[in-house]
């Protein structure tokens, strides 16, 4: 049989039941190692249910940082017999499966090039435990316990982690530790150990955290100093706003009276959601919302008045798999181009794109300066992988000296000195032009927001030259975003080679391994990660100085590539799409596999063409 | 006619007690059509406002899409407005009452704005008892698509061009009354004495506030076989009772017949008087009002007046039990936790 032989580099796959309470016991195992210094990444690939579909839990551990999904299962552990078919089919050979043997494992399940480690887990529980629920909680600590022993997890540190989680309500310690020693034991008494996949302790996760992008994009909000949040629950946005709402009631609550420095709307639907969100920030308070791909197809129509009326709003949209309801629990990067150009007429909005949830919390904050400045929405892409899923992380970052920009907003006292105000006039001729808040002085500085067109002074008019005017200066105002916005992250310090690679947001972790792995098949490429859109100056210069340049994104359609050819005017051909869209997130073997193919027959039409251009 | 509204001012025209005048109330010239319903609506906001006393620029006003919704343009100048989109703006204003919960509220909207395309987000904001008033400018057809009918109006109802509507109306009064609504009014935009207490009233109470007032549209549905004609309102109007509106602090001069009279303090320490009272009518008793308005609509009757309210109401920030100043004031010191508390959270990741 075949070796697998790897230390610190391997995939655990966990299959379960939705609603078991295996999500626990596995994030135990994840925090485990990543707390025995070893990077990995775990991955939920769970079903739209509450209860009894399969779910999935998938953990890579890479020595070398690499936090991409990577095909291939060395070891399953497989406590759900309705998806078991797949599951074994799908361990490597040379691989481990590891199930629950207290019923007989059916002779069509049996591979012979892998390993089959059976642990009576139902048995076991029954004997230890009386409480139904008990048991079936247990069930998932004991295959934990097992791993310990079979993997070489450190003991101590799965009681650690025990001790942390249950610190208030103790009595719960001693009974989950003796479920991991049960399995612990149990490989003791009847397998070798440990077997030849296996971790060992390292220094390199630092000083990083594990944490999912939603909880980063709240923390993000909060000290972005968003004080009304307006939201309809929508998976995978919905843990946002949840854990807005834990961190506001402990971070935002006045001592003294125990009232709230925030309020929370759990809207009606999305378009009530974001109508609150223009609402709080027309009237002067930092506010967004979170939603999906279907909720901003909804709230398009308040977008567009948004950007027409010229309102600051944050909307993060953790995006997941379309078109329509699509596939509401798997990932993709599929609202490009209905995010960038959502609501009717000439409009477009400014995009970021996080890649980790270090970046979702910048962002976030950032975003609400940016919608200050620019007066006008900003959404934030997600995307399911990145907002559900925890990341090794670096940590989240505040410098206390960081102020927040409110844009030109008018005081009472400068509105005073002002002879005539003009809520529509370019007075600085950058497209910005200064607002007030409602309530600010008695007699200047009152206009009529509206979606309508209207003249510098805010008065409505359908005359065309007044029209053209105001969305000329919002063009205006378009391009002073293109400064101000996050530039690319470009990862080589000068541009070498012919051909490029441009990524955004998830596609990054896969893309940076896919050019490790192309670099030791001696293809060289330079990179470049977008952060924003309004793409700057840069972003047109890399594509320029490159010959082709692949477009790795999360879609059927190339959106991004789409927007690129679009806002830049670069030749078509030029972007070669590099795609997944099966709702998992993209490994780094897919992006090499297609770049390489496309590299091949690229270099090879080249290498023609040159040939058939006679020689001068 | 002009287009232009003087800016010259009487220096000897009588002020209120902040030292306005009423035409420091008023706004542009309207351009709905001449005897429209709507434009003795805001007639009666700018009284209302005047002899209350408000500061316009204290005072918020929004609107959605509609003939309705472009009156707030028709008055109070001064005070900031935002004319959004259709059927949207209860969702606008309650994210506007969050950010500043100091500002009076004033939302105008129509019968298609709030009881069609808007009804959502109207049944939502009357459910979360968004502190503002709510007025209805309700004539029974959609005046800027030159007069369909629309959800309020009443079955049978016949519009300009002869169709008959074959559908009930949907009475947003019940409706409120059902939602838990904590003040419900409904008036007649021809019958001013009854509207400006009535709006007065509406604009002290802590809470969601609807006034359906019924604005015959002169031009699409004032015929002889529309149930929204100013004939057709005047002949069947019925009235719980006449209201006056103290405000706080004022004396109570008027004296009324024992029996045909009550009065409801509202929080702020004003008054409501409500004289000739309807029989079998309670206005602090939801269901003596539900019932009432049932009596009256079999009777064919279009009851108006003050039908309920909720003395003990508690505005949307009370429930929430956000801090008593204004959210949008607060500073960067109430709202970043600081980098030291990010460590610990950071720390808490690991």
């Given amino acids: ?616 | 006619m002009t287009y232009i509204k003087p800016r010259f001012r009487h220096p000897e025209l009588p002020k209120n007690k902040i030292g306005y005048a009423k035409a420091d109330y008023e706004g542009a010239i309207s351009t709905l059509c001449a005897g429209c319903g709507h434009d003795s609506i805001s007639g009666a906001i700018v009284q209302a406002c005047y002899e209350l006393s408000i500061e316009p620029h204290r005072l918020a006003k929004l609107s959605g899409i509609g003939c309705s919704s472009k009156t707030p343009t028709y008055f109070l100048s001064n005070s900031h407005g935002f004319n959004t989109v259709h059927g949207r703006m209860p969702s606008i204003a309650t994210g506007a009452y969050l950010a500043n919960r100091e500002l009076i509220y004033l939302g105008v909207s129509g019968d298609g704005d709030s009881a069609s395309i808007g009804m959502g987000q109207f049944v939502h904001a009357v459910r979360r008892n968004v502190n503002m008033v709510y007025i209805v400018m309700n004539n029974g057809c959609y005046g800027l698509t030159k007069g369909q009918h629309s959800a309020t109006a009443d079955l049978g109802a016949q519009s300009k061009t002869g169709s008959v509507n074959p559908f009930p109306s949907i009475d947003l009064v019940g409706l409120a009354l059902e939602l838990g609504a904590t003040f419900v009014g409904r008036s007649f935009s021809g019958d001013k004495t009854q509207l400006v207490p009535l709006i007065k009233a509406a604009m002290s109470h802590p809470g969601f506030a609807l006034l359906d007032v019924i604005s015959p549209c002169v031009t699409f549905n004032n015929q002889s076989k529309s149930t929204k004609s100013y004939d057709y309102v005047r002949a069947h109007l019925e009235a719980t009772a006449t209201i006056d509106f103290v405000p706080h602090k004022e004396e109570i001069r008027v004296d009324y017949h024992p029996g045909h009279s009550a009065s409801v303090e509202l929080h702020d320490g004003s008054v409501i008087q409500l004289h000739k009272l309807a029989p079998h009518w309670d206005p602090t008793d939801r269901n003596s009002a539900v019932t009432r308005l049932q009596e009256s609509k079999i009777k064919g009757e279009i009851l108006t007046g003050l039908l309920y309210i909720d003395p003990e109401s508690q505005g949307l920030h009370d429930l929430e039990q956000t801090v008593p100043q204004a959210l949008n004031t607060l500073q960067e010191e109430d709202l970043n936790p600081g980098a030291k508390l990010l460590d610990e959270i950071n720390e808490s990741f690991r």
């Fill in chain 1, 1 to 616: 049989m075949e070796q697998l032989n790897a230390v610190n580099d391997f995939v655990v796959r966990f299959a379960n039941v939705n609603g078991t309470g295996s999500a626990s016991a596995n994030n135990m195992f994840a925090k485990a190692i990543f707390r025995m210094g070893i990077p990995m990444s775990p991955k939920n690939i769970f079903p739209s249910n509450i209860q009894g579909l399969p779910t999935w839990y998938e953990v890579r551990i890479s020595e070398k940082g690499y936090l991409g999904r990577r095909e291939g299962i060395d070891l399953m552990v497989c406590v759900n017999p309705q998806s078991m078919a797949e599951d074994v089919a799908s361990v490597k050979p040379g691989g481990y499966f590891l199930y629950d043997n207290t019923k007989k494992l059916h002779p069509q399940f049996i591979r012979e090039d892998i390993h089959y480690i059976g642990i009576p887990m139902t048995d076991m529980v029954m004997h230890q435990y009386s409480d139904p629920r008990q048991r079936q909680l247990f069930k998932n600590v004991v295959y934990v316990g097992a791993l310990s022993a079979l993997l070489d997890i450190e003991f101590e540190v799965l009681a650690g982690i025990i001790r942390d989680q249950f610190k208030k309500k103790e009595k719960l310690i001693a009974p989950n530790i003796k479920a991991l020693e049960l399995g612990l034991h149990f490989i003791h008494k009847h397998y070798d150990y440990p077997l030849d996949i296996r971790l060992e302790r390292r220094d390199s996760v630092k000083d990083s955290i594990l944490i999912d992008g939603n909880t980063a994009c709240a923390l993000g909000a909060i000290y972005g100093g968003a004080t009304v949040a307006a939201w309809y629950p929508i998976t995978p946005s919905t843990s946002v706003v949840s854990a807005f709402g834990k961190y506001v009631s402990k971070l935002r609550i006045d001592p003294e009276t125990g009232k709230r420095k925030f309020a929370i709307v759990q809207a009606e639907d999305e378009l009530a959601a974001m109508g609150v969100v223009i609402g709080a920030t027309w009237n002067g308070a930092r506010s967004f919302t979170a939603t999906s791909g279907p909720g901003v197809s909804l709230m398009s129509e308040f977008l567009g008045l948004a950007y027409f009326a010229e309102i600051p709003a944050v909307l993060i949209n953790v995006q997941r798999g379309g078109p329509s309801t699509g596939m509401p629990t798997r990932t993709q990067q599929p609202d490009i181009l209905s995010s960038a150009y959502a609501s009717h007429g000439d409009t477009k909005h400014i995009l970021l794109f996080p890649s980790t949830p270090a970046e979702c919390f910048e962002l976030t904050a950032s975003a609400f300066d940016l919608a200050d400045r620019f007066q006008t929405p900003i959404l934030v892409m997600s995307d399911l992988d990145l907002g559900m899923n925890e990341h090794m992380s670096p940590p989240l970052a505040w410098d206390d000296s960081r102020r927040y920009d409110r844009g030109k907003v008018l005081s009472a006292e400068e509105l005073e000195k002002l002879e005539r105000f003009g809520r529509y006039l370019d007075v600085d001729g950058d497209g910005i032009c200064y607002r007030t808040i409602p309530g600010t002085h008695p007699t200047k500085g009152s206009y009529f927001t509206r979606g309508t067109s209207k003249d510098e002074y805010a008065k409505y008019t359908e005359n065309g030259d007044a029209y053209v005017r105001n969305v000329d200066r919002l063009a205006r105002k378009w391009e002073t975003a293109k400064q101000a916005v996050p530039p690319p992250e470009l990862y080589q310090s000068e541009n070498r080679n012919a051909y490029g690679i441009i990524f955004f947001g998830t596609t990054t972790y896969a893309a940076l391994e896919a050019m490790d792995l192309l670099r030791e098949k001696g293809v060289e490429l330079d990179a470049m990660r977008i952060r924003s859109f309004p793409f700057n100056e840069t972003v047109l210069q890399f594509i320029e100085q490159h010959e082709k340049v692949f477009v790795i994104e999360q879609n059927r359609d190339a959106q991004m590539r789409s927007l690129l050819v679009n806002e830049l005017e670069v030749a078509p051909k030029q972007l070669i799409p590099i795609l997944n869209y099966d709702g998992k997130p993209i490994p780094a073997d897919t992006i090499e596999q297609q770049i390489a193919k496309t590299f091949n027959s690229e270099t090879r039409k080249d290498d023609l063409h040159k040939a058939q251009v006679p020689a001068s």
